[in-house]
């Protein structure tokens, strides 16, 4: 069975007014279809380039990534866009929700993308919506919502498309611990029930436990993956 | 959804639309108004009568001193016989004289002219009769007022049968012409005309001004005007004749006025283009405010040509919405001006439906470049942009 996502020796290196800055530098994983991992380390170790580059925002600048099995270097621009729309879905730390829209248009949003109709786009974002608990929230607009209710649109949201993973970089890091264990376990019971794999970025212990394995990550290199430790 | 992005900011996006609801107004309004002035030549000159041919001493061109003329009364009647038909040969002498009746005295434009003048321009009577043929072969001392000197000297008074003084002269009136209004901005309702032979004598002039021949039919009217120069010019060698027709003047006037209008779009048309600048500048801005939407779009499948699309169709709403404003005050200060002021204002379904095509382009051609930056930013710096 091909994994859900597999990189290969993945480094970026950013270029800062002539310096370079080396986030990732050799990083190698492999992810399984509904795995459960958190991804832990400190700030500045490189956590949401990783993210982004499994998510396809950011193209590495040397080593490979399979995304369900596509080898992403072989992608255009628009194919990756349509790759993401289908196979990914995001989590932010900031939630990242249309301020002027309402919670099922968000939710809708990638839909629109994959050129569905409007009937199916509202259908399929309102069955997201009550699955994260928010069914009684449609109509509301970010602004009239709590931080926890916004990331629990962003989660309907990042679910909506029905990807393959669902990356979440710091999704408790905006919120109260109350909303965080909340979200937390709304991530746990989607990737039990639905069997989308999740990838979860934190740098708070407590919150990577929630995750069945975890990937320590420090300056760019991986320190430390639990999967090597026990192998199932 | 684009409509929304305007709604958000109400404010902004209607200072943004000014630029291209003036550029657009005044678009509508100058053509509108130019139209209207060559609307308004043209339907005075085709109100002279049909198939005119004016015939002046010299050579006819725009800004040229009037020529002296050579003209008398034997050329007219040498052009009668080159014509043929009599009765389809006018004759003007015009000059400025002061008339009186009593006290009130009353500057006019004296014409001396003959029973033919009918047979060609239009100029009905509203009471009394026209010059006859014998008033000109006797010399009569009687006149057909313009309808505007008739009012001012004689008001409410009857003025047929009446006495006035042209230059010290005693006249008698025996006719008054309906009102008729303006040609070339000049009233000829300030008109009197009397017997050219009596003018001649009146003001001591052998001379005419012009001959006015009428043609029988559209298509007579080019040869005989050829007929008429040619014959002037070989009874008067090394001298020049003009002859111009209505239709050349119409089609002279017309393309003076049509320039005029054009010009006018173009100016206007410049104040559109700035209006054009505004929007890119503020499509810039806007996405510059929204680069962390832009970001999220990208990271939820969004193309490039997607949020080009996106940013795109916003600059054009932009300005066709501010186009459709633009054309509905146009079209109402047009109408208001032709309503309040002498100015005729006639709006051109082609001015209206060009005003649009350009403001939707104008959206078009400054939207591009901002749509295309929002479109090609990379999704990991906007989604980290403050
Ligand atoms: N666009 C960028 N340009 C330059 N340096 C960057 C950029 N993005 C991240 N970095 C640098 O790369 C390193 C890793 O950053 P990041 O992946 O955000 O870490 P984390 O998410 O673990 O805090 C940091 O040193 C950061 O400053
Ligand atoms: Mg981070």
Not at chain 2, 93 to 104: F, K, N
Not at chain 2, 270 to 298: A, D, H, Q
Request: with cysteine; hydrophobic share 45%.
């Amino acid at each position: 069975m091909t994994a859900a996502l597999e990189a290969l020796d993945l480094t970026r290196r950013y270029q800062l007014d002539g310096v370079a800055v080396e986030a990732l530098r050799g990083v190698s994983l492999r992810i399984g279809r509904g795995e459960f991992v958190a991804i832990i380390g400190p700030s500045g170790s490189g956590k949401s380039t990783l993210m982004h580059l499994l998510g396809c925002l950011d193209r590495p600048t040397s080593g490979r990534l399979r995304v369900n099995g596509v080898e992403m270097s072989q992608l255009s621009d628009t194919e990756l866009a349509e790759l993401r729309n289908k196979t990914i879905g995001f989590v932010f730390q900031s939630f990242h929700l249309l301020a002027r829209t309402t919670a099922l248009e968000n939710v809708a949003l990638p839909l629109v993308y994959r050129g569905l109709g409007k009937a199916e786009r509202r259908s399929r974002a309102r069955a997201a919506l009550e699955s994260v608990g928010l069914g009684h929230r449609m109509e509301h607009r970010p602004s009239q919502m709590s931080g926890g209710e916004q990331q629990r649109v962003a989660i309907a949201r990042a679910l909506v498309g029905e990807p393959k993973v669902l990356l979440a970089d710091e999704p408790t890091g905006n919120l109260d611990t109350r909303n965080g264990a909340e979200v937390m376990a709304i991530l746990d019971r989607l990737n039990s029930d639905s069997g989308v794999a999740v990838v979860l970025v934190t740098h708070e212990p407590e919150v990577a436990e929630h995750a069945r394995r975890q990937i320590h990550v420090r300056d760019g290199l991986i320190e430390l993956d639990t999967a090597d430790r026990n192998p199932e | 959804m684009a409509l929304e992005a305007l709604r958000v900011n109400r404010l902004r996006s209607v200072l943004t639309m000014l630029g291209v609801i003036i550029g657009v107004l005044a678009v509508v309004i100058l053509v509108a108004v130019g139209t209207g002035a060559k609307d308004a030549v043209e339907k005075e000159i085709s109100g002279l009568g049909t198939n005119i041919i004016l015939v002046v001493p010299g050579r006819l061109s725009v800004g040229a001193a009037p020529t002296q003329s050579k003209l008398n009364l034997a050329d007219v009647a040498y052009v009668r016989r080159v014509v043929g038909d009599p009765a389809k040969v006018t004759v003007s002498l015009q000059s400025g004289e002061t008339v009186r009746v009593g006290g009130t005295e009353a500057f006019v434009t004296i014409v001396g002219t003959d029973q033919n003048l009918t047979n060609i321009f239009e100029r009905p009577l509203d009471k009394g009769r026209h010059l006859s043929e014998t008033d000109v072969d006797t010399r009569r001392r009687i006149a057909v007022l313009g309808s505007e000197v008739a009012d001012k000297l004689f008001g409410d008074l009857d003025p047929i049968g009446r006495q006035l003084t042209i230059s010290g002269a005693r006249f008698r009136v025996v006719g008054v012409y309906a009102k008729i209004g303006q040609t070339f901005g000049v009233s000829r309702d300030q008109e009197v005309h009397i017997p050219v032979t009596t003018a001649q004598r009146l003001l001591g002039i052998a001379r005419v001004n012009g001959i006015a021949v009428g043609a029988s039919g559209p298509d007579e009217i080019e040869p005989l005007q050829e007929r008429v120069v040619a014959a002037l010019t070989d009874r008067y060698p090394g001298e020049k004749f003009s002859a111009v027709t209505q239709t050349q003047l119409l089609g002279t006037i017309g393309s003076v006025l049509g320039m005029l209008t054009g010009v006018l779009a173009a100016i206007a048309g410049i104040s559109l283009l700035v209006g054009g600048v505004g929007v890119s500048n503020i499509m810039l801005v806007s996405v510059r405010e929204r680069t962390r939407e832009i970001g999220l779009r990208k990271a939820l499948g969004a193309r490039q040509r997607d949020v080009l699309a996106q940013f795109l169709i916003e600059a054009v709403l932009l300005t066709t919405i501010g186009g459709v404003i633009g054309i509905l005050l146009g079209v109402g200060g047009a109408l208001t001006i032709q309503a309040l002021t002498p100015v005729p204002a006639s709006v051109t379904w082609w001015s209206v439906a060009l005003a649009f095509g350009v403001s939707a382009a104008v959206g078009v051609f400054f939207g591009v470049a901002p749509a295309r930056r929002a479109g090609r930013l990379d999704p990991v710096i906007a989604l980290r942009a403050e």
